[in-house]
């Protein structure tokens, strides 16, 4: 994999590794829930590796997301050998910091080198579904400490949990707001609202980014 990644293509390869891992999530409606909270955590490392390979071109931000996956692997080893599931919070957090260490990785090779292509519009799909990740993980972090945050959201282990709260992020982020899951809590309610934001000022900001660079790089091509 790691000889036909390359900048050209590597976004392609991330959005097509954060799909699957959407879609991994809500396996949990047809097989055992034994088996998920494993084949989730198989995925998520696969989702780590490629996007890895995919940002290796990126010295500093490789290092960074390598250390935090090999921590992440060492701590899903200790759930699921040893048993020891006081690592969850920890797990959590390492995937918080790999995911917006990628984004911002990605928002660099996008909006700031080179000319646009077809990668980087892909590219731009998959800073949008790492936003609806990196907020789906905060929701997962309130769960852990505030059970009751959410209406229509149960508390439940967080590999589980992982489509409900995924679904309620795409749900807010792109504000279609279907009503089904509603925040009750303050803190819960900033989160949520902030991602809202996020969502509308990501269409406004970097899509209108790309376009004006396309045709500031096609006014360029004219001259």
């Known amino acids: 994999m790691g000889r036909k990644i390359t900048e050209q293509n590597n976004f392609y390869y991330m959005t097509l590794a954060l799909i699957i891992l959407l879609i991994s999530t809500s396996l ?23 996007c890895l390979i995919s940002l290796r071109f990126a010295v500093g931000w490789y290092r960074f997301l390598m250390t ?6 060492v701590l899903a080893i200790s759930k699921n050998v040893f048993g020891i599931t006081q690592v969850d919070i920890a797990m959590m957090l390492l995937m918080l910091m790999f995911f917006i260490g990628t984004f911002k990785a990605i928002v660099r090779q996008i909006l700031f080198t ?6 980087k519009v892909v590219g731009s799909l998959a800073l949008f579904l790492l936003l609806g990740l990196i907020w789906a993980i905060l929701y997962l972090l309130i769960l852990e400490f505030s059970p009751s945050s959410f209406d229509g959201l149960e508390y439940q282990d967080w590999g589980l949990n992982f489509t409900n709260v995924a679904y309620f992020s795409f749900v807010t982020l792109t504000t279609l707001g279907y009503g089904d899951i509603s925040p009750v809590t303050p803190f819960a309610q900033v989160v949520v609202y902030l991602e809202a934001i996020a969502g509308v000022f990501y269409m406004a900001i970097v899509v209108a980014s790309l376009v004006g660079a396309s045709q500031s790089n096609q006014e360029k091509h004219d001259e």
Do not use: H, P, R
Not at 28 to 47: E, H, P, R, S
Not at 68 to 73: E, F, G, P, S
């Open 28 to 50: 949990g409606m047809v097989i055992k829930q034994n088996w998920l909270d494993t084949i989730f955590q198989a995925i998520t490392i696969f989702t780590f590796l490629v």
């Open 68 to 73: 935090i996956m090999i921590i992440w692997v």
């Open 114 to 119: 080179g000319s646009i292509d077809n990668n």
